[in-house]
């Protein structure tokens, strides 16, 4: 019998410097797969071309390697991908799950009976054909009508039915660009990742991308979701914003401490002081994800 290799990975954005919410998705990602002895992977998630910041990957890649964390293989850049989102397009629509859409943001506003948690519910409007005389914009897929269950690894059982809370989703948008949803599951099932760790803000999406995994024929990893950092302040510290990121001001050990103790792990204070890769090795071999917190937002800490 053979267990299998745990697969970790971290994806960055490149729209700006790593800040102090995508380094604790590092530190937690790499902790767990390295105390389960497995691998960790790095993917530039730089799919999104227009929010691109030139230069941004490689401060990145520079600040994890000053900080200690060193990845399995050569880093994988979305932007190298297309063809194989291509391929499981093509698959889903030779499955007959996708349709074009004629839609317009305004106009599914408008048509949308209520607001779900992801943005407004699609309403459905080209399920069936597109309306007369309307070109094609973006490419949808239909969403079953049933619950979506998962365990996650730190904030439990989840559920969710796309057709009511999310409606048939974008894979491919108005401007040519693959859907996230897409690149992501694409993206870790070619990898072999089987154990995704990433911030809370995407536990919503995680339903869609199981869907889509079964979908194509694919595993489904595990998944942790880690509570997302605040601003002092309480507002989101999101890339999206991008004023608000503010970058790492602090480098070394003590900012890893800051991150472990963020996910509840108990570092040793005389760490504070070590080197960063004495930092990780600490948490590379302590790391308890049942000490992780199953809060969704938590202020920074001072
Ligand atoms: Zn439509």
Redesign the pocket.
């Known amino acids: 019998m053979t267990a299998s290799v745990i697969v970790g990975r971290f994806a960055p954005s490149p729209t700006g410097p790593l800040h102090f919410g995508s380094l604790v998705a590092a530190v937690g990602s790499y902790c767990l797969a390295r105390r389960a002895g497995g691998r960790w992977l790095l993917r530039m998630d730089d799919l999104d071309r227009p929010r691109v910041v030139p230069g941004a990957a490689d401060d990145i890649l520079r600040t994890l390697e000053d900080l200690g964390f060193s990845w399995d293989g050569p880093v994988l850049w979305q932007s190298n991908r297309s063809e194989a989102y291509g391929a499981a397009m093509e698959r889903l629509r030779l499955q007959g799950q996708l349709y074009d859409?004629?839609?317009s943001r305004r106009?599914?506003l408008a048509s949308a009976p209520h607001p779900g948690e992801e943005g407004p519910v699609?309403p459905g409007?080209?399920r069936q054909g597109?309306p007369a005389g309307r070109a094609p914009?973006?490419v949808?897929i239909r969403v079953p009508d049933r619950e979506i269950l998962f365990a996650d690894g730190v904030f439990g059982r989840q559920a969710q039915n796309l057709a009511q809370e999310v409606g048939d989703f974008v894979l491919r948008r108005a401007d040519g660009m693959y859907a996230y949803q897409l690149a992501v599951v694409v993206d870790d099932a070619a990898s072999g990742v089987n154990q995704v760790v990433r911030g809370a803000d995407l536990l919503g999406s995680t339903p869609r991308q199981i869907f889509l995994l079964e979908s194509l024929g694919l595993p489904v990893p595990a998944y942790l979701h880690l509570p997302l950092v605040l601003n002092a302040d309480g507002s989101k510290l999101s890339k999206r914003h991008g004023d608000d990121a503010s970058p790492l001001a602090w480098s070394g050990g003590g900012l890893l401490c800051k991150a472990l103790r963020w996910l509840g792990q108990p570092v040793p204070a005389e760490l504070e002081q070590a080197p960063p890769a004495e930092v990780l090795a600490w948490g590379a071999a302590a790391f308890e994800a049942g000490d992780i917190p199953a809060a969704t937002e938590i202020a920074v800490p001072k």
Do not use: G, K, P, V
Request: hydrophobic fraction near 35%; glycine fraction near 0%.
């Open positions: 859409c004629a839609c106009e599914i699609y409007t080209c597109l914009r973006a949808r």
